[in-house]
């Protein structure tokens, strides 16, 4: 099994910046692609970032690009999201995941196996 757990968020104001943090045990986590969704509420969840297991590969949602930034260190066993600029719409609970590493980085909430159990951030505008 993996277990995955975040921390980092928090209450900020627009413009600010958080950096989430997800530590992962339990298994190798080198052989983990590794992603970050969020939720609001009444809404579904979301992708915002992923990165591959070896860090060559990230992506991102459209709504994120360019003030989102993902990230691992595979020494501590850590995936991290670094949030800048941000909005009032990026107000969710973020969740990181984890999926065994394939050729393709996945984006959709079905194709992560292990989840945390999210972390609150709130923009306030």
């Known amino acids: 099994q993996v277990q995955l757990v975040e921390s980092g968020g928090g209450l900020v104001q627009a413009g600010g910046s958080l950096k989430l943090s997800c530590a992962v045990s339990?298994?190798?986590?080198?052989?983990?692609?590794m992603a970050w969704f969020r939720q609001a509420p009444g809404k579904e969840r979301e992708f915002v970032a992923a990165i591959d297991w070896r860090s060559l590969i990230t992506k991102y949602a459209d709504s994120v690009k360019g003030r989102f930034t993902i990230s691992r260190d595979n020494a501590k066993n850590t995936v991290y999201l670094q949030m800048n600029t941000l909005k009032s719409e990026d107000t969710a609970v973020y969740y990181c995941?984890?999926?065994?590493?394939?050729?393709?980085?996945?984006?959709?909430?079905?194709?992560?196996?292990?989840w945390g159990q999210g972390t609150q951030a709130t923009v306030s505008s």
């Open positions: 339990g298994r190798t986590f080198n052989n983990y692609d």
């Open positions: 995941a984890a999926r065994p590493h394939t050729f393709v980085v996945r984006t959709t909430p079905p194709d992560y196996a292990y």
